[in-house]
């Protein structure tokens, strides 16, 4: 028997399961994207990387921020985006990933209690996963649920400090996060909100600044905004008091011992926050997006989205959502299926992401191509 064969045979599962994922280079219109402003491929960011690497801004930072690779744009970004942002500090991170991952295995210490949202992102599990704190979930935007359990963990003995970590928009949903009535829960026991800005930042709040302005910078929360989406280059920006950020430096592991993000990305990133922030008309476009795949779409995704630039078609079966995904892509409309485990078992769906890539008539030739690929599907 092959080394390799039990790999082979589970990769074979997940194929008959219609689960196997496979890499397929962007293709069609796009609405599959997280760029949602429509800046990844902009030519203004592409005039300023030129101009940047004309005047000697390195491409590469050549080691970590603490052996050398520390570079006065990653200093000026950081110090910009605590300013943009309201707070006391922030950190620049090479991923988004990389940053949630250093946020949740570095800052709850062992005693401490991280209750986290069942939905909530991944690399949010792989932090708790690798922290010293006990990890508990509450079922999902349940206020009550995070309150009962809160209390129940002080009635039983817990004296360790409380954290509490949600997205503001969940990417696979579409739905927000009640962040002012869980700001008020943290305030009322004596907890740290954690929020990821990931999906909201650049699309909401004055600004671009991202759902959390309506907590007016309070000084028990800290937000991580990622700079991939939006904002259309590459990495994550934790915003916190300052002695957190210090704390980060000398003991988060997945920044101490990571290569320090390009000196270029930190210019681009801190360019295209100013982008954002000085064209509020990105906004009105891409919320003028939203409105008409409303009236196209809005029928076809849960009630619970909330106005967002995310719009779940919920399938259900696995093999069928892939069969319609493949469908619209033949059709010139790039479109993925999310599958089980990324999405809970039974919501297999088309995640259709709206972006300033496409046109409004974009949008209506997809509803209008998902209508009859669903049809042909169900007649099958």
Known sequence: MSRFEPFQKHLSALHRAGRKRALINPAGRDFSSNDYLGLARSSYLKEIAHAALDSGIPHGSGGSRLLGGNHPEHEALEHFAAEQYGAESALFFSTGYAANLALLSTLPQTDDLVFYDELIHASSHDGMKLGRAKTQN??????????????????????????????????????????????????????????DEAHAVGVFGRGGVGLSCALKNQDNVIVLRTCGKAMGVEGGLITMPLVLRDFFINRARAFIFSTAPSPLTAHLVHKAIEYITKNPSLQTQLHDHIAVAESRLGALCPASREGSQIFPVIIGDDNATVQIAASLQQKGFDVRAIRPPTVPAGTARLRLSLTLNVSQDDIASLADALTEAQKMEHAA
Do not use: C
């Open 138 to 195: 509450f079922r999902h935007n349940d206020l009550s649920d995070l309150t009962d359990k809160i209390t129940v963990y002080r009635q039983s003995g817990g004296i360790g400090a409380i954290w509490i970590a949600v997205e503001s928009l969940y990417s696979m949903d579409g739905d927000r996060a009640p962040l002012i009535e869980l700001a008020g829960i943290a305030d009322a026991h004596d907890a740290v909100l954690i929020i």
